[in-house]
Nanobody, 120 residues
């Protein structure tokens, strides 16, 4: 019902920048929070940043001051600007959309993930 597609990953040197983008499409009545998660090899998936429809943001302590999340409510898109990247930011990054697809039907929808690799 809801398709979530990420783009923008890649390989970058430490100190560099990348911008991730995500678009959600399908039958969406209301889009609630959208966010970015990441999973490094051998580790659990963790929240990187999230943003509500009203623009309130939440960041993992490890990325505060370096990453910025933003969204376009009209287009159901969310972006993550990543600056001052570190090797420990290397992971697969996943976009998540919390959406109502019916009056009372709510779900969390995930993208396929995009690889971010930061070399030292």
């Amino acid at each position: 019902q809801v398709q979530v597609v990420e783009s923008g990953g890649g390989l970058v040197q430490a100190g560099g920048s990348l911008r991730l983008s995500c678009a959600a499409s399908g039958i969406i009545f209301t889009m609630n929070a959208m966010g970015w998660y990441r999973q490094a090899p051998g580790k659990q998936r963790e929240l990187v940043a999230a943003i509500t429809s009203g623009g309130s943001t939440n960041y993992a302590d490890s990325v505060k001051g370096r990453f910025t999340i933003s969204r376009d409510n009209a287009k159901n898109t969310v972006s993550l600007q990543m600056n001052s990247l570190k090797p420990e930011d290397t992971a697969v990054y996943y976009c998540n959309a919390d959406a109502y697809t019916g009056v009372t039907i709510r779900g969390h929808y995930w993208g396929q993930g995009t690889q971010v690799t930061v070399s030292s």
